[in-house]
């Protein structure tokens, strides 16, 4: 409800956008459909800034894997993870119920909680695309977690990440690992 919503918060209200593709190379998955957020009305409190590595980073830890015979580089993707990194406080979008499959509004009772003008108020706990802050939220929850089993991030260098006992480095990238 429009009432639950922390009055200081109102003006934040931000909007969604429903956005389909068709990605054959995907497979099982090509046909995909996301909802985005209109980040532009988000008034974050905090830095957004996210360090990450850059081209030439990346092009040095390949040429150094590929200049000792006995080292060995794999990729990963965390794309999950940036999604689902839980926010600090929660941000709110409105969406119009005609946005609604029959089932979801009938599971949720959304009729009798949508608005006048046909919007129903969404609290989002974790992140989305489009939030400015998903990007240094999942950064510095993922640091948390590296930092526990040994991994550090260079002072130096952002996206440099080595070990502290281990002959391991890595580039991180966005959401994708050079290791």
């Avoid at 993870?81 to 089932?103: G, H, I, V, W």
């Avoid at 939030?131 to 939220?137: K, M, T």
């Avoid at 391991?168 to 290791?179: E, H, P």
């Amino acid at each position: 409800q429009h009432d639950n919503i922390p009055f200081g918060r109102r003006k934040e209200i931000t909007y969604s956008k429903v956005v389909c593709k068709v990605r054959p190379e995907k497979g099982d998955a090509a046909n995909r459909t996301r909802i985005t957020i209109g980040g532009n009305n988000i008034a974050y409190p905090g830095d957004v800034g996210t360090p990450t590595g850059s081209l030439e980073l990346v092009k040095l830890l390949i040429n150094s894997v590929l200049s000792h015979p006995k080292a060995k580089f794999c990729s990963f993707d965390i794309a999950n993870f940036y999604l689902c990194t839980p926010l600090p406080r929660k941000e709110y979008l409105r969406m119009n119920l005609a946005d609604f499959p029959d089932s979801i509004i009938e599971q949720y009772n959304l009729k009798q909680k949508a608005a006048l003008e046909g919007f129903v108020y969404v609290a989002v706990k974790k992140g989305m695309y489009g939030f400015p802050q998903s990007g240094i939220l999942a950064q510095e929850l993922l640091e948390k977690r590296l930092n526990k089993h040994g991994y550090f991030q260079s002072k130096l260098i952002p996206g440099l990440w080595t070990h502290e006992t281990r002959p391991i480095c890595f580039s991180l990238v966005v959401d994708d690992f050079g290791i």
